[in-house]
């Protein structure tokens, strides 16, 4: 019997992946003090496959990149050490993993995760109000011309030490209203400057992001996230196809290994666009991720609309999510509740699986 399209082999650049059910990015919040704990290695080792891909949590590049409380960082040498024991894990298990390379918040982030509680930096110093849960955030510090080669030079010294650790390579975060997603986006970014105004400008903060790691890394061993359709926290672009095929266009030229769009959603019977024309327009490993269940992560390799289907909250709460995808068995429930509590067990690694011997 030929096998289901989510499980047929795919050859992702230097990369022999067995199937194409990918472990989406999913922020736990249980890194005590920035650092990876070592539960997180039972956590990622638990949905690790023989040749399957996993993304790991939003990572932090600096000390400035804290939105959320108890999420990992990649800037020190305490952090490299620490993910050393979590990746071997995964690979242990035969799997690839890819840390993900987050970049400082503006609307996501609270000042009291800051140092010194000082304004979270962005494209702008407009505010966001309220922010999550609903609190009255402090508006962001529009960053300076001037300090955006540091932050680009954060994002590399990451990258570099993300491959240090023991990573197969590196995704930029450019969605959900995170720093790089601040800049593409026109009704986020006012600047007047280089770095705002025309499309090619308002990327090029993210491109010169992605031009330093895969100069330090190699272009093989970086992927880049994007939301083009995405609003997340009022980050929203008023023409998201234009901007999602520029920059798969202007990726393409880097020559990176993959792309993974967020699709876009329906809000009244309306869909907000298509990752059709993205797809078409870059030449690497496409990943499609946003609400996917099993049968139409396989219409979408079936239909060629992506190489590999990311999967979030079933990942999450199914820890063996391929093998249940294979015979088609019935999905643990997930618990939103304890998405993002600190416990190192619960709503974390204590979901069953089909066999509790595994």
């Given amino acids: 019997m030929e096998a289901m399209p989510l499980f047929k082999p795919c050859k992702m650049g230097n990369f022999e992946l067995s199937h194409r059910v990918v472990l989406a990015p999913l922020t736990r919040n249980r890194s005590y003090g920035n650092v990876p704990q070592p539960h997180a290695a039972l956590y990622y080792s638990q949905r690790a496959t023989n040749g399957g891909f996993l993304i790991t949590e939003a990572t932090g590049v600096s000390e400035t990149a804290q939105g959320y409380p108890e999420t990992p960082g990649i800037w020190t040498k305490e952090h490299v050490e620490a993910w050393k024991p979590i990746v071997q894990a995964v690979h242990d298990k035969g799997g690839f993993s890819n840390t993900v390379s987050v970049e400082p918040f503006s609307f996501h982030a609270r000042p009291d995760l800051q140092p010194n509680g000082i304004a979270p930096i962005s494209s702008t110093d407009k505010g966001c109000t309220p922010g999550l849960y609903g609190v009255d955030w402090t508006a962001p510090r529009r960053l300076s011309t001037d300090e955006i080669p540091q932050i680009v030079d954060d994002f590399r010294h990451a990258a570099r030490n993300a491959i240090e650790a023991g ?14 997603d601040q800049f593409m986006k026109d009704q986020v970014n006012d600047r007047t400057d280089e770095y705002g105004g025309t499309l090619e400008k308002r990327c090029r903060f993210g491109l010169d992001i992605v031009k330093a790691i895969t100069e330090e890394i190699g272009a093989d061993k970086v992927g880049m996230r994007l939301s083009p359709f995405g609003g997340f926290m009022e980050a929203g672009d008023s023409d998201p196809e234009a901007l999602s095929i520029y920059m798969a266009e202007s990726l393409s030229k880097y020559g990176i290994l993959y792309l993974h769009v967020i699709e876009p959603r329906i809000e009244n019977d309306k869909t907000l666009g298509s990752t059709l024309t993205t797809r078409k327009a870059f030449k690497g490993t496409f990943i499609s991720s946003g609400g ?14 992506a190489d590999l289907v990311a999967y979030g909250r079933l990942f999450l709460a199914n820890p063996d999510l391929p093998k249940r995808f294979t015979i088609d068995a019935p999905l643990n429930q997930y618990n939103r509740d304890t998405f993002y509590t600190q416990d190192s067990v619960v709503g974390y690694t204590d979901y069953p699986f089909l066999d509790q011997d595994n």
């Fill in 292 to 305: 996917y269940k099993r049968d139409d992560g396989n219409d979408a390799i079936e239909e060629n609309h």
């Fill in 167 to 180: 990573f197969d390579g590196v995704e930029i975060h450019g969605a959900n209203g995170y720093l790089i």
